[in-house]
């Protein structure tokens, strides 16, 4: 199974990001919103374990991907098992039925303009993501795909062209994740109200 070998950074300046791709090569694809809701398994919880499982609307096209722990301090490297759903709206409401009734539950959804693009870097094809989240902020993903076998090369590769861009701090957190940890600090749990 392959390994997407990703890194993530919040962002203040997205317009200096994207300047700083386009000089080293960055070849755009286009805005696309995507909207992934997520799922908890009904018997073990995924924010323990570190995996995820949700559906994914993008540009008309629909995806179920379940993505496994990570397994890399440096990066959000994983497993990740993505399936295309049939390209008609209701076949997103059918999974989320049949995900219900198996006991899985929604947890949120994750909002997001996505741009993306590629880069030739050195040896490496990497998948460019700006994100703009709804109620997060600006992201930069940068993705490479890799057999196991590639994963150390991968990550130096991804980890070199981070620093060529200036770009420290990576957040390993998902989006689920932080919106999550925001959503909790605004609404304290009944144990933390007084």
């Known amino acids: 199974m392959p390994y997407e070998v990703e890194v993530k950074f919040p962002l203040e300046d997205p317009e200096l990001i994207c300047r700083n791709l386009e000089k080293l090569g960055v070849r755009w694809a286009g805005i696309r919103e995507e909207i992934d809701v997520y799922f908890q398994h009904p018997s073990r919880d995924f924010s323990q374990t570190d995996e995820a499982l949700r559906i994914r609307s993008a540009g008309g096209r629909f995806y179920l991907t379940y993505k496994g722990p990570k397994i890399d301090p440096a990066t959000k490297t994983r497993d990740e098992i993505e399936l295309p759903l ?109």
């Open 86 to 194: 049939a390209p008609a709206p209701e076949s997103i409401q059918q999974w989320r039925r049949l995900l219900e009734r198996l006991g899985f539950q929604p947890v949120a959804e994750v909002l997001k303009r996505r741009r993306r693009g590629t880069l030739q870097w050195n040896r490496c094809q990497v998948e460019v993501s700006l994100d703009e989240v709804q109620d997060l902020g600006w992201f930069l993903e940068l993705e490479v795909v890799v057999e196991p076998h590639e994963f150390p090369s991968a990550r130096d590769q991804v980890l070199a062209l981070s620093r060529e861009l200036g770009l420290e701090n990576g957040e390993r957190r998902s989006y689920l994740e932080l919106l999550l940890l925001k959503k909790a600090s605004k609404f304290p749990l009944p144990s933390e109200r007084r």
